[in-house]
């Protein structure tokens, strides 16, 4: 069974889609709507823009969407047995699995991606990388740090975690993990504390625009990442993406589960090959593809 995964906000490079924008019609259709939509020309920044404009939390939000979104349209007739995204790149699974559409996938997107950059621009917070240290311990650690928000944010995949909260949670974080006996304990180079208590302004503002929207039940198995589990129906869906922003995203699981259900290829729609090596760390023994 094919199991169609999407990446999510740290996949960007300068350049994504510049060849497909060339070369396949329907992708450029795809481009050019996403242009019109957003109301700046986001294409040019996909295409030329430097390093420093693709980190920005609004810009690569929808530019990793939008580069899914036009490669996985620009192939004729794709039947996925499953679907998965990683973060962000669960609005693509969900306009893969029929759920919604690019126009409206791409506003929620580009909401989701204005009302989280206002949420790190309230609090000082950030992330880090947790290497080779079993998931129960940095959550115990986590939650031993009671006067400051960290939490486990993206499990994604075995001895790899990704913490996240304030700056003071954090440091004092890599501080008790490094004791612990951890390989590794890095800040990353993001905005703010995705997945976490930090983003509740902006699940708000999300869950106010997802309740307005219709939602079509899945043509096909959705994993999303607050469950890990499968799902279909509409109203649940709905649910799981608006708990999405403050809870972790569960890609170890997810991966285990679709296994289980049957998955033994998984092609990745969007740029570069982060989720494939997930997969590999995940279980060596599946096939991995780009699309």
């Known amino acids: 069974m094919k199991a169609y995964i999407f990446p ?7 350049g994504m889609g510049k060849d497909l924008y060339d070369t396949n019609d329907k992708a450029k259709a795809i481009f050019d709507k996403a242009n019109d939509i957003m109301g700046f020309d986001i294409c040019n920044i996909m295409f030329t823009g430097t390093d420093e404009d693709l980190k920005r939390t609004d810009v690569t939000q ?3 969407f939008i580069h899914s979104m036009a490669l996985y ?8 047995d499953m679907v998965a995204g990683h973060s962000l790149g669960e609005f693509s699974a969900l306009v893969a699995a029929g759920v919604l559409d690019f126009e409206t996938a791409l506003r929620l ?6 009302a989280m950059k206002r949420a790190c621009d309230m609090q000082s917070s950030t992330m880090a990388a947790v ?4 998931d129960k311990i940095v959550e115990d650690i986590c939650a031993s740090i009671a006067d400051d928000i960290v939490v486990a944010a993206n499990y994604n995949s075995p001895g790899q975690l990704v913490i996240s909260g304030t700056i003071s949670g954090i440091d004092k974080a890599i501080e ?9 304990a890095l800040k990353l180079p993001v905005g703010g504390a995705f997945h976490s208590p930090c983003m509740e302004p902006a699940r708000q503002e999300l869950a106010d625009a997802i309740n307005s929207i219709n939602f079509n039940n899945a043509i096909c198995a959705v994993y999303q990442n607050v469950t890990a589990s499968a799902v279909i129906d509409a109203q649940d869906i709905k649910a799981n993406l608006i ?21 033994s290829l998984f092609i990745e729609v969007g740029p570069g ?15 991995t593809s780009s699309l």
């Open 131 to 134: 290497i080779g240290m079993e």
């Open 273 to 287: 090959k982060v989720l494939q090596g997930l997969v590999k760390k995940i279980n060596k023994e599946i096939e």
């Open 62 to 64: 929808p530019a990793v």
């Open 8 to 14: 999510g906000q740290g996949s960007q490079f300068t």
């Open 109 to 114: 997107v580009k909401l989701r991606a204005d």
């Open 73 to 80: 349209h620009s192939v004729e007739n794709l039947k996925p």
């Open 176 to 184: 008790k993990l490094t004791a612990a006996g951890c390989r590794r």
């Open 243 to 263: 708990a999405q922003l403050t809870a972790p995203v569960r890609w170890t699981q997810s991966v285990e589960n679709m296994i289980a259900s049957g998955a």
